[in-house]
């Protein structure tokens, strides 16, 4: 209550002569807290509430500016206190892509989304986000030995199981270092993308962007861990992206048997961290919220594992793992 109290003087210092309610908008997987400003005459704003002994704000800002001149619809800031740790954004809505999945027209949706990721994808430059390099990918995909498989399933793996995991860990980092690199939102898929009338969609929760791998937010986008669509339908929906990327000038591959090649092991680097990333929420912080999640990220896993040669080896430890959950009855 402390901390809303602070927010609610610091909006009534920016707007001295009008009246306004404040009700939570949502929360994320950090300590960032959003509340939903509304007026008198019925305009509403978001205010972020980014504790500054646990959240940098700066990141956000920085990317926020760069998407916004990119082009795509982001929050738009108006006012900013980074002592407090308050950000006044403009308001995206509370429609999420996912929410309104069931009424849209996913086709239609995805295709503002991946027209909107060209955009952000035609205006990268070296040198302004962190780079999405070996040590960070690899930190990423050590999540899933020590908070999915020693923590979540409580298997120890033994020295030919760590060689096996260790020599597809670096079949993964060849092929997603070799990639060409553009901004990376880390995070683009139904949950991040609201539904918006104007220059859809509204992007959010992009702070945490790198300058890295070109098929990163298309795995994000269709391998999405909250929804599943038939492989299918995602290659159309792939095809129309690739398509409209190579006629952009962006360095995608001229095959698309390459480019899908590229965006599977990109989807591999992305679920095996993923797996961790629910796991560690879960046993660390105790949000058990994502666990019933876990069934399609491994489902996506396991289905590239059986289609190339190459990551052989983690099915079959994929395999060996969910012989174990079943005897000791752990949700693999």
Not at 117 to 137: F, G, H, T, V
Not at 292 to 308: F, G, I, N, Q, T
Request: aromatic letters at 12%; a negative charge.
């Amino acid at each position: 209550m402390h901390r809303q109290k602070l927010l609610t003087d610091w909006l009534s210092g920016l707007y001295p002569n009008q009246t306004f309610t404040i009700a939570p908008a949502s929360a994320d997987a950090s300590f960032r807290r959003y509340f939903r400003a509304t007026f008198a005459d019925g305009s509403t704003r978001v205010v972020m509430d980014a504790p500054p002994q646990h959240e940098d704000c700066k990141p956000f800002l920085h990317v926020g500016k760069l998407f916004e001149n990119a082009g795509t619809h982001v929050p738009h800031v108006y006012a900013q206190d980074l002592k407090q740790g308050f950000l006044l954004l403009s308001d995206l809505g509370n429609t999420t892509y996912l929410q309104g999945f069931p009424s849209g027209n996913p086709s239609q949706l995805y295709g503002d989304a991946t027209d909107a990721l060209i955009k952000i994808q035609l205006a990268s430059k070296p040198n302004e986000l962190p780079p999405y390099d070996e040590a960070l990918l690899r930190r990423e995909l050590n999540l899933f030995p020590e908070w999915y498989i020693a923590k979540h399933l409580g298997v120890t793996l033994n020295e030919k199981q760590q060689a096996k995991l260790e020599e597809v860990f670096k079949r993964i980092l060849a092929n997603n270092l070799a990639q060409p690199c553009v901004y990376v939102h880390r995070d683009y898929h139904s949950r991040n993308l609201m539904i918006v009338g104007d220059n859809n969609p509204g992007i959010i929760d992009f702070q945490d962007a790198v300058y890295g791998p070109i098929t990163y937010d298309l795995a994000s986008l269709f391998k999405d861990a909250y929804i599943k669509w038939e492989e299918e339908v995602i290659i159309d929906w792939l095809i129309r992206y690739w398509e409209n990327a190579r006629k952009a000038g962006l360095p995608v591959r001229e095959d698309f048997g390459e480019f899908y090649r590229d965006y599977e092991m990109m989807g591999v680097q992305r679920h095996i961290k993923v797996l961790g990333i629910f796991a560690r929420l879960y046993h660390r912080d105790g949000k058990d919220g994502y666990l019933k999640d876990m069934p399609l990220v491994m489902d996506y896993l396991r289905r590239a594992c059986e289609r190339y040669i190459d990551l052989k080896p983690l099915l079959v430890l994929l395999m060996e793992l969910e012989i174990h959950a079943q005897k000791t009855g752990t949700s693999a």
